[in-house]
C-alpha cells in the first residue's frame, strides 16, 4: 500500500521561528510536491523536487524554500514563519509522468502566533 | 489568476439526490483532468480523471462530463450518499512533468 508520511500533524510556532516540515514517501517515486490548503483558495503549489537536489519553483514560493537530499525525503522550510502562513500543509509524490496520480499525506496543520 | 475556477464552493445535497460540481479552465493545453476527494482529517486521493479526447466518463456512482468547446468540465455523484460527504477539488494539468493546478474546492454535505 502506497504511503506518504508527514512529520507533525499539528504545529504550532512563533513568529520569527524557523519551521521544518517534513515528508516521506515509501513508494520510490521521483516527483514530489508541497501545497498550502486554504479554505477557498483550494491547493497551491510551493515548491516541487523532480529529483534528488532539484526543486522548481511552484506558484507561490516566497517565504519558503525546500530540501531533497535523499529520494523518498523531501523538507518544507519556513525560514522565519509569519502568522500569514498560518495552514493546512500537504505533501505529495508521483511518479515522473504527465498523468500520474499524486498521492497525498495526511497534512500538517501549522498555526503560527 | 486562477486558471481552474471551480463551483460551487460548497453543496448540500439529499441523500439519493445528484451532486453535481462545476469547473472551468482557461489554458487550452491542459489535457489531464482528475478529480480528487478528500475527507477530514485525511489527504486528497485520487477519485477519477478525463481526458479531452472523450467527452464523458463513469465510474461506478461517479462520472465526469467534459465539453472541450466551453472549457468545462463537471463531476456528477449520482445516488448520493452520507459518506460521500467530503472535500472535492478538480484540477487539469499540460505536459510539465506531473504538475496539477487545482480548483478551489466544493464541500459537499450529503444529509441523510
Known amino acids: 500500500d502506497v504511503k506518504v508520511t508527514q512529520s507533525s500533524r499539528y504545529l504550532v510556532k512563533r513568529t520569527g521561528e524557523k519551521v521544518f516540515l517534513e515528508c516521506v514517501q515509501d513508494m520510490d517515486h521521483e516527483n514530489m510536491f508541497w501545497y498550502r490548503q486554504d479554505p477557498g483558495l483550494g491547493l497551491r503549489l510551493i515548491y516541487f523536487s523532480y529529483d534528488v537536489k532539484m526543486k522548481e519553483k511552484g506558484d507561490i514560493p516566497e517565504g519558503y524554500s525546500v530540501s531533497r537530499e535523499k529520494k523518498e525525503r523531501f523538507s518544507l522550510i519556513l525560514e522565519s514563519a509569519s502568522t500569514n502562513q498560518t495552514s493546512m500543509y500537504l505533501c505529495?509524490?508521483?511518479?515522473?509522468?504527465?498523468?500520474?496520480?499524486?498521492?497525498f499525506g495526511p497534512g500538517t496543520r501549522l498555526l503560527v502566533l | 489568476q486562477q486558471q481552474v475556477k471551480q463551483s460551487p464552493q460548497s453543496l448540500i445535497v439529499q441523500k439519493g439526490g445528484i451532486s453535481i460540481i462545476n469547473c472551468a479552465y482557461e489554458n487550452t493545453a491542459f489535457d489531464y483532468f482528475p478529480w480528487y476527494q478528500q475527507f477530514p482529517g485525511k489527504g486528497p486521493a485520487l477519485l477519477i480523471a478525463i481526458r479531452p479526447d472523450v467527452s464523458e466518463k463513469k465510474e461506478g456512482r461517479f462520472t465526469i462530463s467534459f465539453n472541450k468547446s466551453a472549457k468545462q468540465f463537471s463531476l456528477h455523484i449520482m445516488d448520493s450518499q452520507p459518506g460521500d460527504s467530503a472535500t472535492y477539488f478538480c484540477a487539469a494539468s499540460k505536459n510539465q512533468g506531473g504538475k496539477l493546478i487545482f480548483g478551489q474546492g466544493t464541500e459537499l454535505s450529503v444529509k441523510p
Open positions: 505529495a509524490s508521483s511518479l515522473v509522468g504527465n498523468q500520474e496520480t499524486q498521492y
